[in-house]
């Protein structure tokens, strides 16, 4: 009895302590999305003065860290940013005007890290500077010390008003230092970067443009030149045009926005919702993708490739700030500073809480463009008002990246920039892999594990966040389809970082705790100390098939890649789309399967494979519409084809590798109806040459691509 009751005693003991541990479930085939590189960005990284250049250790530390996307249009400097005299006027500080010299910022970012990917933006308020001699003096004020009267309107002439405050005595004359400037001046700049004649910049790493800064809250940060706010139909009447002048000039630009400024300007323009030309009254966001969508229609230009927004939340606590990442896709989350989201319905809901911002906006833009209509989301400024305390920031800086990886993401740059993030971002740059995918945790509240696996499925890095500030948390991970390797996985681990010292100086020296721990049945356990981060680098034996999925395989034949696949119980499958990619990332559907309903073989040939490596899996499709994904398997294709074009079907930009013999080709563009739509002359040395083709300005459909002798067909999907 007594040995029955010390047993029982053990059990229940055991059956607690497991309770506790947080369990998280990993599935690589599922929700997989490629995680954008540009999601590791800052702003104003890059000097724009000739004279003050970013500093050799500078450019190594942010290579060092895996910093890949810069956004350096200066924010509210950017709204009135003069590209040809490279100069700007300043609404923070004056409204004076100095040097901001854009083509110097962008030629030496391209120099210096020639991989990453910039961005500027163009100007929608119709000003530009024009001089710097109507500057007010404030060196002979204060010798250019910050004060309250900063925000006064004193170039031009303005009289100061000693007593502080953002109010002149006397507004300063904008046109003694502005110019106008329409949507030709701002769009100007593509040619002068990227044109003939031009600068020479390579406009593939330059694709990003904010169509300005924050116009919602004009009337405030340029009152100079708008006292009043515009209505928010013209300024989507400037954005139109300054987009299709934009997309004319550089088909395969991204156009981003609105970049409204906060929460509340998510909602609003100005102090209420926008009332439609039908009388209805729409939440800001929702009206900007209605208006944008209708003149797609009404034009055929594409005229929005992101959505960009601002977010400046208040809190200083902690405990608020690490759950912040909720806010732009989480369905559930009540965000306790809620306030602009009360009137998303039109009316005034204090009972309105949940922002989900991001996911209000995908539904909009299925609602007014359809589905698979390619609008990503960013967030190019953010910051905390968390004071010294690293730890809180770098587990904040962690759950946004984080989040964002999941939800396919296209950029991401806080504006400020504080202790704990370098560390964080080259955690998140450097040790993650290229593919999202599924991971559950039993306590999501507190333990996230942003998992990220490459393409080959062999190497997983799960990111472990906890976000408690007092406990300890242990985490149990399984994997459900992916078998690890038997040898010890590496983790590194960012926590007790200290309080006003910079940590990160270079790859190799960081304050990243380096340790291991084995796996036992194909699982894993470590503990979290609280507010800290850990990174589990797991190295894989090898793929597991979904559980419906037998066996896959691939073989080449006579220029055609034989696919055959054998399943089980797929009488819940309904069919399965054939996916391919020449990177292992990026897969296109080429062609469909229907189930049968019994235990079955199938076969499938890619009747043109790429002409060198090529990437397949089958995505499993069942009956309720839920899906997963098998294995991937890489064929090398060896067939010497003259012209090779990829992906195809494209949708915006199409590769085009020639391998033909040295000398001058002309390559011709031709629709299906004979119409030559594009000719490019290229000059071959006789190895392979590769270019890429702007796709954006044609209309779906088949086409084909003519050089020397050769043609091949591709196809367009919008």
């Known amino acids: 009895m007594k040995q029955f009751s010390l047993t029982s005693l053990l059990l229940c003991l055991y059956i607690a302590l497991n309770a506790q541990n947080v369990q998280v479930s990993v599935k690589i085939f599922n929700n997989r999305k490629a995680v954008s590189p540009y999601i590791y960005g ?33 924010g509210n400097n950017l709204t009135k940013h003069n590209w040809r005299l490279n100069i700007s006027s300043h609404p923070d500080w004056y409204n004076n005007v100095y040097t901001s010299n854009w083509d110097y910022a962008a030629q030496t970012l391209l120099q210096n890290i020639p991989a990453a990917q910039g961005m500027w933006g163009f100007q929608l308020v119709g000003k530009a500077a024009s001089t710097n001699a109507n ?31 953002s109010q002149a005595l006397v507004n300063g004359d904008p046109s003694l230092y502005l110019q106008n400037w329409n949507e030709d001046s701002t769009t100007g700049i593509l040619n002068h970067w990227f044109g003939n004649g031009g600068l020479g910049l390579d406009s593939t790493k330059i694709r990003y443009w904010n169509m300005d800064n924050e116009p919602e809250i004009w009337s405030g940060t340029h009152d100079d030149i708008m006292p009043v706010q515009p209505s ?86 902690p405990s608020d700030v690490v ?9 559930t989350y009540i965000y306790p500073e809620a306030n602009g989201v009360h009137v998303v319905n039109g009316g005034w809901d204090n009972t309105i809480q949940i922002e989900n911002v991001f996911g209000r906006c995908q539904k909009w833009l299925n609602q007014y463009m359809g589905p698979n209509n390619g609008v990503t989301f960013a967030v190019s400024e953010t910051a905390t008002q968390l004071q010294n305390n690293p730890n809180a920031v770098a587990v904040w800086y962690a759950s946004m990246l984080g989040e964002f990886m999941n939800h396919g993401v296209e ?74 390797a038997n040898q010890a996985a590496k983790t590194l681990t960012l926590s007790n970082l200290p309080v006003g010292t910079e940590t990160f100086l270079s790859h190799s020296s960081n304050a990243l705790q380096t340790a291991t721990i084995s796996p036992q049945n194909n699982t894993l356990q470590v503990t979290l100390a609280p507010m800290s981060i850990t990174s589990v680098i797991v190295t894989g034996a090898a793929a597991i098939l979904p559980q419906n999925l037998l066996s896959f395989t691939a073989s080449k034949g006579d220029n055609k ?41 199938y076969a499938f040939i890619d009747a043109q494979p790429l002409p060198s490596i090529n990437y397949y899996r089958l995505k499993l499709i069942d009956h309720t519409g839920g899906y997963s994904y098998s294995k991937i398997l890489p064929v090398r294709y060896d067939k010497n084809a003259a012209i090779t074009v990829f992906p195809n079907p494209a949708k915006e930009v199409l590769t085009v590798q020639l391998h033909l013999p040295a000398g001058a080709i002309s390559l011709q563009i031709i629709d299906g109806m004979g119409r030559m739509m594009k000719t490019m002359l290229l000059q071959s040395s006789g190895s392979t040459l590769s270019t890429t083709i702007d796709l954006s300005g044609l209309a779906a459909g088949q086409y084909y691509i003519h050089a020397g002798s050769e043609i091949i067909s591709f196809v367009i999907q919008k």
């Not at 250019?144 to 502080?164: C, E, H, M």
């Not at 490739?305 to 606590?317: A, G, K, Q």
């Not at 333990?447 to 062999?458: E, R």
């Open 232 to 317: 928010a139909e013209a300024f989507m009447q400037s954005y139109f045009a300054v987009a299709k002048k934009a997309r004319a000039l550089f088909p395969g630009i991204k156009l981003t926005g609105p970049v409204s400024p906060n929460e509340w300007q998510w909602f609003n323009w100005g102090a209420a919702p926008v009332t439609g030309s039908d009388g209805k009254r729409y939440p800001w966001l929702q009206y900007f993708i209605k208006r944008v969508a209708e003149e797609e229609q009404s034009t055929g230009i594409r005229l929005l490739d992101v959505i960009d927004l601002h977010f400046y939340p208040s809190s200083t606590s």
């Open 135 to 165: 500057n007010f003096n404030d060196w002979a004020y204060n010798n250019s010390q910050w004060w309250s009267g900063v925000n006064q309107n004193l170039a031009g002439g303005g009289v100061i008003n000693t007593a502080g405050g």
């Open 42 to 74: 800052r702003n104003n990284s890059i000097t724009d003065f000739v004279g003050n250049p970013v500093s050799a250790s500078n450019w190594q530390l942010y290579k060092d860290a895996g910093l890949n996307f810069f956004r350096e249009n200066g």
């Open 323 to 331: 759950q912040y990442h909720r806010v732009f896709f989480d369905s």
């Open 411 to 484: 950029y991401f740059t806080p504006w400020n920039w504080e202790t704990g993030m370098w560390e964080t971002l080259h955690l998140f740059s450097r040790y993650n892999k290229t593919n999202s995918v599924k991971a559950t945790s039993s306590d999501e509240t507190n333990v996230s594990a942003y998992t990220t696996v490459n393409n080959n499925n062999d190497s997983v890095t799960i990111a472990l966040v906890n976000r408690s500030q007092s406990l300890s948390k242990t985490v149990v991970i399984n994997f459900s389809d992916f078998l690890a």
């Open 561 to 601: 890649v034989i696919l055959n696949f054998t399943t089980t119980n797929q009488l819940n499958l309904a069919s399965f789309d054939v996916e391919r990619s020449a990177d292992g990332s990026s897969f296109t559907t080429i062609g469909t399967v229907t189930g049968e309903g019994a235990n079955g073989q």
